[in-house]
């Protein structure tokens, strides 16, 4: 968490990236496993998705969210979105985690 930012959020979840020559999902990161996923909010009106890996304690996503995303929730466990030839996987470990960071990513778009 950089100054100036603060969590506004905080869920598990196994951070996933689609691989378009394999066709598969891969974790990020290289390492199966669940990530301690933050929504963090800037005191410049920007947010930021970072995730930890609970294991590696690698940074497995460090996103600025852009104006105008396209958050999908394919699955009430599993939302995507696509930005720059990538598309990013959120694998959440229960419905609850998956609202509770939906409401949480839709709320910071409607203020960008
Ligand atoms: C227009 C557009 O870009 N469309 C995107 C979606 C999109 C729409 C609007 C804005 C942004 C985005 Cl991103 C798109 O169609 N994409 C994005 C890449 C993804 C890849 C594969 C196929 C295979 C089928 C589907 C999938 O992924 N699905 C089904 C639920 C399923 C749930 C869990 C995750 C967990 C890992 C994998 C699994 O189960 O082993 N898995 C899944 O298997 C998960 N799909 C997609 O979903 C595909």
Redesign the pocket.
């Known amino acids: 968490m950089a100054d100036g930012e603060q969590s506004i959020g905080q869920v598990k979840a196994?951070v996933?990236l689609?691989d378009d020559n394999s066709?598969k999902?891969m974790p990020s990161g290289g390492v199966q496993g669940f990530s301690l996923v933050h929504l963090y909010e800037n005191v410049n009106g920007s947010y930021r998705i970072v995730g930890h890996h609970c294991q590696t304690r690698q940074v497995v996503i460090n996103f600025s969210i852009p104006k105008g995303l396209?958050?999908?929730e394919?699955?009430p466990?599993?939302h995507?979105?696509?930005f720059k030839q990538l598309?990013?996987?959120l694998?959440f470990g229960s419905e609850e985690d998956a609202a509770v960071f939906s409401a949480a990513v839709k709320g910071a778009l409607c203020t960008l």
């Open positions: 196994i996933l689609y066709k999902w396209n958050y999908h394919a699955t466990t599993f995507q979105w696509r598309v990013y996987g694998n």
